[in-house]
């Protein structure tokens, strides 16, 4: 069935340096999400992504979607202490389909 | 719109018994999902609905698992009889269509079968 891996599966950055997590998939995607979801609480959606190579800001928060529709990316810039939490991608085969989600990057912050 | 809600936050139980999960989605929205989250496996879907039906439930790990939907509000994930790994936190989404639309996930159900 359809995969989705997220590398890396955890990250500790010094504040104020930059943090990237990755996903791919091992089918062609309709579309794809990203969810933040803070320690002890539930997933919250960020970012929806449907065009080849589209790229979407929101603050210091960049989001990418590949060529091929198989992989996609968040980069954020200057982390800060309120970006701690897991980032979870999570794909779509097609508008009907549910989301499989990868097992997300879980960000520390370091102050 | 107080968004997806759900009950209980925490649940213990012993092993055998019976659990009821809940949960109250968004008014509108067509589709429910119930996912499970845990260190091991992440976030893995056990069934959805589609305007109250069951559309997929491959995701239900067993007998012992199952879901209804009586109406547009409401649905319960029952456990019966729970197991020690069953423990995890269950979470219940809603969205409003089938594209373009993020999932609104409720706070979720801590639960722990001892």
């Known amino acids: 069935g359809q995969q989705v891996m997220q590398i890396p599966q955890y990250q500790h950055v010094q504040e104020g340096e930059d943090f990237t997590t990755y996903c791919n998939s091992s089918t062609t995607l309709s579309n794809i999400q990203w969810y933040k979801q803070r320690p002890g609480g539930h997933p919250v959606f960020l970012i929806q992504?449907?065009?080849?190579?589209e790229v979407k800001k929101q603050k210091r928060l960049t989001f990418q979607f590949g060529e091929a529709k198989k992989n996609s990316s968040l980069h954020i810039t200057a982390t800060q202490t309120t970006d701690v939490g897991t980032y979870f991608c999570?794909?779509?085969?097609?508008?009907?389909?549910?989301?499989?989600f990868g097992k997300g990057t879980r960000l520390s912050v370091i102050a | 719109d107080a968004g997806v809600i759900q009950s209980p936050r925490h649940e213990v139980t012993e092993m055998g018994q019976e659990v009821t999960l809940r949960c109250k989605p968004i008014s509108g929205h067509d589709y429910l999902f119930w996912y499970r989250q845990t260190m091991m496996r992440g976030l893995e879907l056990l069934i959805y609905f589609n305007n109250n039906v069951p559309i997929d439930d491959s995701g239900m790990p067993e007998d012992r698992f199952s879901a209804k939907m009586p109406n547009a509000s409401f649905s319960t994930l029952k456990i019966q009889p729970s197991e020690p790994r069953d423990s995890a936190v269950y979470f219940c989404?809603?969205?409003?269509?089938?594209?373009?639309?993020?999932?609104?996930f409720g706070s979720g159900t801590r639960l722990t079968v001892v």
């Open positions: 999570a794909g779509g085969i097609s508008g009907n389909t549910p989301l499989v």
């Open positions: 989404a809603s969205r409003p269509g089938p594209v373009g639309y993020g999932y609104t």
């Open positions: 992504l449907v065009k080849s190579g």
